[in-house]
């Protein structure tokens, strides 16, 4: 049977349709839905379960990396997606087929009888569905937003638990501090089961401790109970009670991405120790891939409506710690001129992503989001960037800003959202 690869969309559409509100924290709705559906929750493989507001998707795609290299199959839940949102639900390292996920829709459709549920929990459902029909060796299970009150936190017992870096996001739903937010990623925390904490800020950290004392979750601590850093120039070490192992440099650039694969090797280890050897750490480390974030693109059209010489890079960061992390970066990389090109999403702090950047740019082309994401106006953006002492311009189009490139050959970097991310990538592949 030849599918219109548009029916699903037609699905989604209706979907987003069933509630009111994109968001709606809570696990009833889901919970009612998977019981309908005959609790193909209880039926997945082992599951690793990660919250945290930065590193999530990167740690899964380390962890995936490093499970592959080791001759195990691997399913993975991430959100949202970059280009199509089977890339949302991955059987096997390849995204859900059209004919699968359309079955699986409409099928979870028809359970939910027009009930009230949001797209997020629903399709959430929907992937329940999809790994307990698909035998695999590990299910990597990314949180949606938050934690607590999450729709994947219906997995009663995962294998292990990790939380990356806590910081501010998602405050209008999680809290507007770091120690509100830290308390519903900790939600993901189940009794006696292992933990694995990233690095974090004193006051967030307190908090996940705090939560695992009361429900007697063993901690596995960054800087305490493992140890990683880079290794001169072209390596990384990591380090815990079983002892050292001095590894590639990650695929994925950014210091931070050091910490992210330490989480990964320690998750798996913490998981099943006998699976993984270091050859299997050492090319997972090196081999991951994890698009828009901090990704050299190659020739296409849209990164040849830039000048000749000209870097184009794409990342989809979008929050302080983001911007900061860019920043750190880039610091460390050669003295070209950095160009930002820049669209937000509304909700977003664009002055707490921009801020940092005035380290590593000197001039910024805001533009309008794509799409019908509600986006801050790219005057605002601009203002933005002013105020944090960064030249600062507006145009309508990414093709547009590019086009505007001139001078000294140096790099550009599109930033500041996924949605943003996910349409550069769709048009330079076109």
Not at 30 to 55: C, D, K, Q
Request: with cysteine.
């Amino acid at each position: 049977m030849v599918l219109n690869l548009h029916q699903t969309d037609a699905v989604l559409e209706r979907l987003t349709a069933l509630h009111p509100k994109l968001i709606d924290l809570g696990l009833d709705r889901t919970e009612r839905l998977l019981s309908a559906l005959g609790n193909p929750e209880r039926r997945l493989p082992p599951v690793i379960h990660v919250a945290g507001t930065n590193g999530k998707g990167s740690t899964i795609a380390f962890m995936r990396a490093i499970a592959e290299a080791a001759g195990l199959s691997v399913h993975t839940y991430t959100s949202p997606h970059l280009v199509r949102f089977h890339e949302r639900i991955a059987l096997n390292g390849m995204p859900i087929e059209e004919d699968a996920l359309l079955a699986i829709l409409e099928e979870c459709e028809a359970a939910n009888d027009g009930q009230p549920i949001t797209f997020f929990e629903i399709t959430t459902a929907a992937a329940f569905v999809a790994y307990a029909r698909h035998p695999a060796d590990l299910l990597l299970l990314e949180t949606g937003l938050g934690g607590r009150f999450d729709s994947t936190n219906v997995i009663a017992a995962p294998a292990v638990t990790v939380i990356t870096p806590v910081s501010l996001d998602h405050v209008q739903f999680l809290g507007d501090t770091v120690k509100k937010i830290a308390f519903e990623k900790a939600g993901i925390l189940k009794p006696g089961i292992p933990g694995i904490v990233g690095p974090q800020q004193a006051g967030a950290l307190a908090v996940i401790e705090r939560r695992a004392a009361e429900i007697n979750v063993p901690l596995s601590i960054f800087g305490i109970d493992w140890f990683a850093a880079p290794e001169g120039t072209d390596g990384l070490v990591y380090r815990d009670y079983e002892g050292e192992i001095v590894l590639p440099v990650p695929g994925l650039p950014g210091a931070h991405q050091i910490a992210n694969a330490g989480a990964a090797i320690v998750a798996l280890r913490t998981w099943n120790p006998l699976h993984f050897g270091f050859e299997d750490f050492a090319a997972g480390v090196s081999d991951v891939r994890w698009p828009g974030r901090l990704q050299r693109l190659g020739s296409g059209p849209l990164t040849r409506l830039a000048p000749p010489g000209w870097d184009v890079w794409l990342d989809g960061g979008h929050n302080p710690a983001a911007g900061e992390m860019l920043a750190e970066t880039l610091t460390g990389w050669d003295r070209k001129p950095t160009v930002l090109v820049c669209a937000m999403q509304e909700n977003k702090d664009a002055a707490g992503f921009i801020g940092p950047l005035s380290k590593i740019a000197g001039r910024l082309i805001a533009i309008d989001l794509p799409g019908t994401t509600p986006g801050h106006a790219s005057a605002g953006i601009a203002e933005t960037a002013r105020a944090a002492g960064i030249t600062a311009e507006v145009t309508d189009t990414l093709d547009a800003a590019l086009k505007r490139l001139s001078g000294v050959p140096g790099r550009v970097l599109i930033c500041g959202s996924l949605y943003l991310a996910g349409d550069v990538l769709e048009r330079n592949a076109a």
